[in-house]
């Protein structure tokens, strides 16, 4: 009686394959002479003989078993999930520089921030790669990340933004799998206290005006001196309090005599709009907006803007000459501590040198176009050295005067 062998039926066996002069030509299982070794497979009621490619049993029997491993269902299954998987941890290797070139290009509209803005994060994040010699986007860990922002020292919403560009370039890579995980993703954000002030001292103003004149010399082209603008900028927020945007956006219309009829942009319950106010201007600031010479990145008919930009633009671009102001000038906060000048800080001295000269903080508030004096309140109501000062000389004067003696 024939039997019929079973479909599932798998043999794989090691055999040798002697030579016609082995002594041993009769013992197929013999495993110590140095003839060829070959697998012996039934599979599916059919027999086939394969070589192993080897002369040594041991490594036959390795490709015996690999052989098995692949008939074996269940490791089948276990190397489908396992490619599976790593399919998914797999990144293309991308240069970073690369990498942030075309997020770059594919920054079509970049929300409420300029395009230029993006172009400086990825300049940023480039310098800060090739400063650490990270070459793939693969390469970064949260760590590096993490470190690097603790190394930024520009003013909190300069950071901020900047951290909110970083972790939107890598939650992109993320997605176009140019990293395994988003090394971005557990940075804390930056968080401003938009109710500190950083006045500057008349002392610090002069030298901010001083070192205008630097950067003029450093200058590698006419169309980049720009001291001249800078100063009567500086100038006009410091004596007006007015937002750096809004002095910008000036046309020399707004200026008849000594007062300026400006247009600012204001938030009104979180929606923009526009509010019109006149401020006095001291004689100097008028001779300063009027002597302005012509230049070729100015429409004549302003004092800072081409009009070939939108006012956002031409505010960011403005800013990055601000911004360069640093590498020349050393100022200290009231704890001795490095600061980093930006333009708010001319319309906080605005606000404090008013206070200081005795206008009450209610007018200030009406000055510097607040909603109601509880904004100003948030802003200034905080003693400056300066004022404590004031407040102490006052206080002393006022004992002296009724009859008591105070030693200081």
């Known amino acids: 009686m024939k039997t019929i062998e079973p479909i599932a039926s798998l043999t794989i066996a090691v055999f040798t394959r002697h030579s016609v002069d082995c002594r041993y030509s009769n013992e197929p299982q013999w495993r110590r002479c140095k003839c060829r070794k070959s697998l012996y497979i039934r599979e599916g009621g059919k027999t086939r003989y394969v070589s192993a490619q080897t002369r040594s049993w041991e490594q036959a029997e390795k490709f015996a078993q690999t052989e098995r491993d692949k008939r074996d269902p269940v490791k089948v299954e276990l190397q489908k999930i396992a490619e599976a998987e790593a399919a998914k941890d797999a990144v293309r290797l991308k240069p970073i520089s690369e990498a942030l070139e075309q997020w770059l290009t594919g920054m079509k509209s970049p929300g409420d921030t300029s395009i230029d803005a993006y172009r400086s994060t990825t300049r940023r994040i480039q310098e800060w790669a090739a400063h650490e010699g990270i070459h793939y986007v693969n390469d970064v860990t949260p760590g590096m990340l993490d470190e690097w922002r603790g190394s930024w020292t520009s003013a909190l919403t300069t950071r901020a933004a900047l951290l909110t560009r970083v972790k939107a370039f890598f939650r992109w890579a993320t997605g176009m799998e140019y990293t ?98 006149e401020c006095i201007l001291p004689d100097h600031v008028v001779t300063a907006l009027t002597s302005l010479p012509a230049h070729p990145h100015v429409h004549p008919d302003y004092f800072f803007w081409s009009k070939g930009s939108s006012q956002l633009a031409n505010t960011n671009k403005w800013l990055r000459k601000v911004t360069r102001l640093n590498d020349y000038l050393s100022f200290k906060d009231e704890v001795g501590e490095p600061m980093q000048f930006r333009s708010h800080m001319l319309r906080d001295m605005f606000a404090v040198e008013m206070l200081l000269a005795g206008v009450p903080l209610e007018k200030v508030s009406k000055l510097l176009t607040h909603e109601s004096v509880t904004i100003t309140e948030r802003y200034y109501a905080k003693w400056t050295a300066s004022r404590r000062q004031q407040l102490e000389d006052e206080t002393v004067a006022a004992m002296r005067r009724m009859g008591v003696k105070v030693t200081i």
Not at 192 to 202: A, E, G, N, V
């Open 180 to 277: 395994r995980r988003n090394p971005a993703l557990m940075l804390k954000a930056i968080t401003p206290d938009d109710s500190q002030t950083w006045p500057l001292t008349p002392k610090q103003f002069t030298a901010l005006l001083a070192v205008t004149h630097k950067l003029d010399e450093d200058a590698r082209y006419k169309a980049a001196k720009v001291g001249q603008h800078l100063r009567a900028l500086f100038e006009v927020q410091r004596w007006t309090g007015l937002r750096v945007g809004d002095v910008l956006a000036l046309p020399k219309s707004a200026l008849k005599g000594n007062r300026l009829a400006a247009t600012i942009q204001k938030k009104l319950n979180r929606k923009p709009t526009a509010a019109r106010v």
